[in-house]
């Protein structure tokens, strides 16, 4: 509808945004099964196994900072954060294709280091690199890179499959990420300031590690398997605990309730954030690019998943009234918001 008044895309916020230029359309083919609204989209390939495409932009200066993010990392992590969403609906990524705006002002070398770490992450999750697109830019780098993946069709798991009394379990540990990315920019700041100073990064490696080289859980995802589990809902933590448990909350329409003391936390992720005066229950929250995976099970699934170190229970899935919560350490319940709390 023409209008005169133009808004501001900040005051839709990302997720608005996406409903409102995607509200109109409608799927026209038999074989879209489902189009926006996960992690990613699915189409019909045939009785027993369904295609999962994804795709996510990387944008020089909002995503990433080459002062210090080495182009080899940055390689690896574009295609880990596409595959990624494809383990967030227990499907196996299979090809990507990479396409990149570069500025002529970037030497070849360079792109071959970003290149160089794309070829890792294609051996270690076991994909196909099948084409892309190249353009000039009027400045800096952006990749973009899209993912398709196979799943069984009675093992797809979407966002929107949890029931009321779900348990909600994360894989790995929370918030490594976010302190990651604040050791390196603490020191891209001293650097920027006085660049006769050494940046300061020894001790904080695993860090840093979890803030460059972000794993796609795949590994994961064949646990399942072997574990005869298929999640009720499943989501990649992109954006935050808080986020992305909200996401599997409104698409499931129910509430939730999590035990701080149960998110599972490294003590150097814990002890940084308190160096940095941050509340380490916010790295988990809020801080994002954990790229864990956040699901649900049904509760008599719990035995095969119980005592297994590469899950951690951290509460259950509730009606929609009762709202979603957090239990603080002082056993409050405390409202969650999708950005602080
Ligand atoms: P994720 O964090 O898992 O990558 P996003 O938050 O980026 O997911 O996207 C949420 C949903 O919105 C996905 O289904 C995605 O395909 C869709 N989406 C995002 N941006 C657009 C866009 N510009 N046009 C159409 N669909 C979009
Ligand atoms: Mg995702």
Redesign the pocket.
């Known amino acids: 509808m023409p209008t005169n008044k133009t808004n501001n895309i900040d005051s839709l916020g ?2 608005g945004l ?1 409903n409102r ?2 509200a109109d359309f409608n799927l026209k083919n038999s074989t879209s099964l489902f ?7 699915i189409v019909e390939l045939n009785d027993k196994e369904s295609l999962l495409i ?3 932009l990387l944008v020089e200066g909002v995503h990433f900072n080459l002062m210090y993010v080495p182009l080899k990392h940055l390689g690896y992590k574009a295609v880990a ?1 596409n595959v990624s ?1 494809i383990c ?1 609906m227990n499907g196996r990524a299979e090809q990507i294709t990479v396409s990149i705006a570069v500025s002529s002002k970037f030497p070849i070398e360079a792109l071959e280091e970003l290149y160089a770490g794309i070829n890792l992450a294609c051996d270690a999750f076991h994909v196909d690199l099948v084409g892309g697109d190249m353009s000039a830019a009027y400045a800096g780098l952006t990749i973009s890179i899209t993912a398709v993946g196979r799943i069984e069709n009675n093992k797809i798991t979407m966002r929107s499959g949890a029931s009321s009394k779900d348990i909600i379990m994360v894989t790995g540990s929370l918030g490594a990420s976010y302190m990651g990315l604040q050791i390196l920019e603490r020191e891209n700041e001293v650097f920027k300031a006085n660049s006769s100073v050494q940046p300061e990064l020894d001790g904080f490696d695993s860090l840093i590690q979890r803030q460059l080289k972000p794993e796609a859980r795949h590994d994961m995802v064949e646990l399942f398997a072997q574990l005869g589990v298929i999640p009720t809902s499943m ?2 933590i ?2 935050g605990l808080a986020s992305d448990i909200f996401h599997l909350c409104e698409k499931s329409e129910l509430g939730c309730q999590l035990f701080e003391e149960k998110i599972p936390m490294e003590d150097k992720t814990k002890l940084t954030a308190l160096e940095f005066n941050i509340s380490p229950i916010t790295c988990a929250l809020n801080g994002g690019e954990d790229y864990e995976l956040l699901f649900t099970i049904k509760q008599e699934d719990f035995d095969k998943v119980a005592g297994n170190p590469s899950f951690t229970p951290i509460g259950y899935m509730t009606s929609k009234e009762e709202g979603k919560n957090l239990v603080d350490m002082n056993g409050e319940l405390i409202p969650l918001k999708a950005q602080g709390w």
Do not use: H, K, Q, W
Request: proline letters at 0%.
């Open positions: 990302e997720f996406i230029l995607t189009g926006v609204g996960d992690d990613c989209a994804t795709t996510d954060i969403d967030a989501i990649d992109s954006d």
